[in-house]
């Protein structure tokens, strides 16, 4: 049985659909590489993306690893020291008025404080190696978290809350049973945010003191003029932040699917 033109149309669709963000990516490449080719931009200055193709594969497999690794260790212990505290702060934040009044406003200042230039103070206190680096990521990734999970917290419906209490229901049973699961939505619409944040630290970082990765690549290969290079990097960098988003989002659809819109 042959499918009907409307099947096939909607069909085709639905592939371009999907097919849409590959497809707007490749045309993107298509200009800039024809852009600077027929204007003759110099490669220091706009490297067309088979130059920085040609810069990638200049490095060898086993530096790349070791400045991907570097950043990607910071980044995920920064984002990790983040969640821990950040997470249970703010169900104390939403529990406790008297908390909230003295604690939120300090996290608004730190907030408001330009990390770049808390930055060489920080690696000056705590000194090389990467904890500088991890507490510089964490400060960055560390506000969202916290706001995003007060908010989901304070969101729950308050006749539920006084349902529970009814019942005798004990306050870690309220928070655990009640709050948290409406406040998960929000806590991961924080973690997706905040796993792109940590890569962001994590180079922030590394610019100010750092012997590896991919930050210090970044600036060390602008120093000597290899601009493909450092393209080359920000492509893995933009790379590694896409899929470890794709991976905070997959984490919610598998482990809390209830939590996901309808539509």
Partial sequence: ????????????????????????????????????????????????????????????PSSWGGHIWATLRVSLLGYALAVMIGIP??????NSRLLSRT?????????STPIVAVAPIIVVVLGAGDAPRIVITFLITFFPIVVSTVTGLMSTPPELLELSRSLGASRWREIRNIQLPFAVPHIFSALRISITLAIIGAVVAEFVAAENGLGFFIAFSTSFFKVPQAFAALAILVTISLILFRLVAMIQKWWFPWSLPKS
């Fill in 89 to 94: 702060l703010a169900v104390a934040l939403a």
């Fill in 1 to 60: 049985m042959r499918s009907s033109p409307e099947s096939a149309g909607r069909a085709l669709l639905r592939l371009l659909d999907r097919g849409a963000p590959v497809l707007a990516a490749l045309l993107l490449l298509l200009i800039w590489e024809l852009g600077c080719r027929l204007l003759d931009v110099p490669v220091y200055l706009l490297p067309p993306p088979s130059a920085i193709v040609e810069g990638a594969l200049a490095v060898s």
């Fill in 103 to 111: 604690l939120y406003p300090m996290l608004v200042v730190v907030q």
